[in-house]
């Protein structure tokens, strides 16, 4: 080897999709697609925002907040250690740069995250980052554009970076009802819970050339299908036949596209004011204050015992465990199951439909498990599809134009992760559902009954209050999933249920939950009748105080709920236990 050699080095560089050897320069001018053969490399944010953006337009805005380990992670390495390795290999503060700038002479608001950080992670930071884009977006009646590159949400920060999902999907909610336009580029990764919530959920969708986005990685569905993948699976290509997205953008054409729909939209200039919503108030039944006193959930007799977190975990999952159907026949009177997403599907890991609660009308939605091997297979195991996603979406809208109230019942190990869900749009399907039930005018209350497992939960629990049964679990991935990425080894699941945070006491303390609803002394499935009882009085205890209040006061507290889950709370929290 010369003296010469590492200088050469980086003046050259292989392609990863030809071999090609290239020079750098070169590479560089032709934005880092490879002449030969047109594969796109990946870029940091910063070099996607000057391919991107006028020249001498770019605002950077603040990006400082607090530290935040909200949850204590330690896996090999502390959490911050793994932060201060990633600042220093990128030069970057967090996972996303956001600016103001104009693009052809547009101003928009613009986020871009970066993939060398963390992988692109959606943590709380990122999360409010992106939220403060959106609202300064909104502030400015200007368009938002958002550039994704994730793996998904950021593990080491627990429930809370599944939290963001909803945060910043409500940020994109109030840009829609504002009339402002908002558009989301795919570049190669979106995964997880960036691809189920603002990549997907905004007004137009498009991929760059090689952009490869999808709910689950392929990875991931190998092992659950033990199917080998079809052929371009998940790549933008393929999103384009299935539906997904809005088209399809080589990287040098990209800027002159966003010019072609900034100007089309009319974006920048002033557009329909926003309509205040005007809900027909419902008929609703003035309260007996007894009627509340009655309704009032019983105490759990003194301190609760410390159940280990891998304990509950397996206590979620026990097969005895009441289901929704059980809960539709104990709980509540004269069901009757509405089926179909309208679309072409039923899927059967979703059941929903009109019920009565202490003789008051709900539409109740939950995820259904089963008690016997053939029930659980008939039912998916309670993992939802984007058509079990799109059946939930259209009953919670149609409870809201009755003036419904809507209760969900949540118990799965996450969303279907199969071929088939991701080519159906799985990402899409629960981030619409996120996005719908942040401005559904009508009272929301989730009870996390099982498994609160992931997307797929939260695609049913963005809720006025949320309620968790005692021995439930709720967390942003399966304590073997997470085991087998950070340990890595699936055998460490306990360790990592234990560092996941997700029993109901401590996603109480996180704020969470709202409320845990105590179970019988054994557990749920030793005495399905006191269980019922105990969740019947809870469910009136908290949804009749909701019958009174005006929707439009009812989706603000919502939203400020969930708007809560940002970095500065969290980073606030940091010493939870
Ligand atoms: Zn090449």
Redesign the pocket.
């Known amino acids: 080897m010369t003296a010469t050699a590492p200088r050469e080095e980086q003046l050259w560089s292989r392609?990863a999709?030809?071999?090609?050897l290239l020079y750098r320069k070169r590479l560089r001018r032709n934005l880092d697609v490879?002449p030969?053969?047109?594969?796109h490399t990946r870029l940091g944010a910063p070099e996607r925002l000057r391919q991107l953006v006028d020249p001498g337009s770019l605002r950077p805005l603040a990006d400082r907040l607090p530290e935040a380990d909200p949850i204590d992670f330690v896996d090999v390495l502390p959490y911050p250690h793994r932060l201060t390795a990633a600042r220093a290999s990128t030069g970057l503060v967090e996972a996303v740069v956001c600016a103001t700038a104009t693009i052809g002479g547009h101003p928009v608001a613009v986020a871009v995250m970066d993939f060398r950080f963390l992988g692109g992670s959606l943590g709380c930071a990122v999360g409010e980052l992106i939220t403060r884009t959106a609202e300064r977006a909104l502030d400015e009646r200007i368009p938002l554009v958002l550039v994704t590159a994730s793996g998904g949400a950021r593990m080491q920060e627990g429930v809370l970076s599944l939290m963001q999902m909803a945060t910043v999907s409500q940020a994109i909610a109030a840009l829609r009802e504002a009339g402002l336009l908002t558009v989301s580029v795919l570049t190669d990764p979106t995964y997880g819970g960036v691809a189920a919530s603002f990549a997907t959920n905004t007004d137009l969708v498009l991929a760059e050339s090689g952009a490869r986005m999808g709910f689950a990685g392929p990875r991931v569905i190998r092992q659950v299908t033990g199917r080998a993948l079809p052929e371009g699976f998940q790549t933008a290509d393929f999103l384009l036949r299935h539906g997904q997205v809005d088209m399809v953008v080589q990287r040098r054409a990209l800027r002159g596209r966003l010019v072609a729909l900034l100007a089309a939209t009319h974006a920048g200039a002033p557009t329909r004011p926003s309509v205040p919503r005007q809900e027909p108030a419902p008929h609703r039944e003035r309260l007996a204050a007894d009627d509340v006193a009655a309704a009032r959930p019983p105490e759990a007799d003194g301190t609760p015992p410390v159940r280990d977190a891998w304990d509950t975990v397996r206590m979620a999952r026990h097969p005895g465990r009441p289901t929704t159907l059980d809960y539709l026949d104990s709980v509540f009177d004269g069901f009757v199951e509405l089926h179909g997403d309208r679309l072409g599907a039923d899927c059967p890991a979703i059941v929903g439909g009109l019920a009565r609660l202490a003789g008051r009308h709900v539409m109740v939605i939950g995820h259904q498990k089963g008690h016997t091997t053939a029930e659980l297979v008939a039912r998916n195991f309670g993992m939802a599809s984007p058509a079990g996603h799109r059946k939930a979406l259209r009953l919670m809208r149609l409870a809201a134009r009755l003036g419904l109230p809507v209760v969900t019942l949540v118990d799965t190990p996450g969303a279907d992760p199969g071929v088939s869900a991701e080519e159906h749009g799985q990402a899409a399907a629960i981030a619409e559902n996120i996005l719908a039930l942040t401005v559904l005018p009508t009272p929301v209350l989730a009870v996390i009954t099982g498994e609160g497992g992931s997307g797929g939960a939260l695609a049913l629990a963005v809720a006025d209050r949320v309620l968790m049964l005692e021995n439930a679990v709720y967390s942003v991935i399966s304590p073997e999933g997470c085991a087998a990425i950070l340990w890595p080894d699936r055998s460490a699941a306990p360790q990592a249920a234990r560092a996941l945070r997700l029993s109901a006491p401590d996603l109480r303390r996180l704020g969470v939950v709202d409320e845990v609803v105590p179970e019988p002394s054994a557990a749920a499935h030793d005495d399905p009748a006191e269980t019922a009882l105990r969740l019947r009085a809870a469910l009136l205890a908290n949804l009749l105080p909701l019958l009174d209040v005006p929707p439009a006061m009812l989706v603000r507290l919502r939203r400020q709920r969930f708007r809560r889950f940002g970095a500065t709370r969290a980073g606030q929290r940091a010493g939870v236990r």
Do not use: D, Q, W
């Open positions: 392609c999709g030809c071999a090609s490879c030969e053969c047109g594969e």
